[in-house]
């Protein structure tokens, strides 16, 4: 048992000094990659220790992906990078120029000595359950982007509860979990609000929203403020085989539809700004110039990234709703 050393009454809980002991072996090459570590029972009987205590430390070093469990046999050591203090599982909806402003900011903010695995799940129930199967019990932290998916919720409850940070998209069934969160609803209203002396001059407000991966809080805060202040307005799920009407301005969610609306413009000699109108959700850098610049409605991606890691390293456990803000620019 020379491997681990416990003793009383140093202010430092038994269970980290099992870690400390154990990566202080490995430093020091008294353990390498494929040993095996004392049984659980063996260090309970050596130092007189609860099975919770031990099981403990062993299950942070799993988690830190430095040891790895054979069910039966033992556990056994998997990395001798101890220098990993925290190992994040990071589960993404896909993969775009918004995702890739988040995440790169949490990587700034979140500092050294910290792997962070990433991960997508495209919006397949399928996929994120074996995701999260797959993924349990070998991270430190599990932050996760569930977006408008079904039945999220009974699997992300089978993680450890107070390692589970929401992204992005948060519900009333997930009220129990930290989360960093856009408020698609009240973000969409109060931006078409801030730009309404400008929409007083359309005929029309017209939502593209196709409905598979946009959030539902979109929509309704497009009907509510459409309602409360009586523009006339529709909802479509695309805007293909469409021609643009004089007057109609468009709110579009995708950069997809977006490039539609340009190019069926283009083709009707229509002016932008003039003719008819766009405001497009989620600011890029390359809006600041498309098209003489494109209105768009955003939350602070990089700010959520940078707040994300914050909570991460302080552990804070509240529900921090990232600000949005409207940015006029030639299309409105």
């Known amino acids: 048992m020379n491997i681990i050393s416990i003793q009383d009454n140093i202010g430092l809980p038994k269970y980290k000094q099992i870690i400390l002991s154990i990566e202080k072996a490995i430093d020091e090459e008294k353990l390498v990659k494929g040993d095996r570590l004392p049984s659980v029972n063996k260090v309970c009987l050596a130092f007189s220790l609860s099975r919770d205590t031990v099981l403990l430390g062993y299950d942070e070093l799993k ?40 995440y790169n900011s949490f990587l700034k903010n979140i500092g050294k000595n910290v792997q962070v695995d990433i991960f997508f799940h495209h919006f397949n129930i399928q996929v994120f359950q074996k995701l999260i199967n797959d993924s349990n019990g070998n991270y430190t932290k599990y932050i996760i982007m569930p977006t408008n998916l079904l039945d999220t919720a009974s699997l992300i409850k089978t993680l450890p509860v107070n390692e589970v940070i929401i992204l992005d998209q948060t519900n009333p069934d997930l009220k129990a979990y930290p989360a960093i969160y856009q408020n698609h609803e009240k973000d969409i209203f109060e931006g078409l609000y801030n730009a309404k002396t400008r929409l007083n001059k359309y005929k029309k407000l017209i939502l593209i929203f196709p409905g598979f991966r946009e959030p539902l809080g979109m929509k309704t805060g497009f009907e509510t ?16 085989d469409r021609k643009i009407t004089e007057g109609d301005l468009y709110i579009t969610p995708t950069d997809r539809e977006l490039v539609h609306l340009i190019e069926s413009a283009r083709n009707q000699n229509l002016k932008l700004g003039s003719d008819f109108g766009i405001i497009s959700y989620n600011e890029t850098p390359l809006k600041k110039i498309v098209a003489n610049g494109i209105t768009t409605i955003s939350t602070h991606f990089e700010t959520m990234g940078k707040i994300l890691a914050e909570m991460v390293l302080k552990g804070k456990k509240e529900q921090i709703e990232n600000k949005s803000s409207l940015i006029m620019r030639n299309s409105l």
């Open 63 to 102: 988690k830190r992906g430095i040891i790895y469990a054979i069910p039966g046999k033992g556990y056994y050591v998997k990395s001798v990078e101890t220098t990993i203090k925290q190992k994040i599982f990071l589960l993404f909806d896909e993969l775009n120029i918004f995702k890739e402003d988040i």
């Open 225 to 240: 403020f459409c309602s409360q202040y009586n523009f006339e307005y529709e909802i479509i799920s695309e805007f293909k």
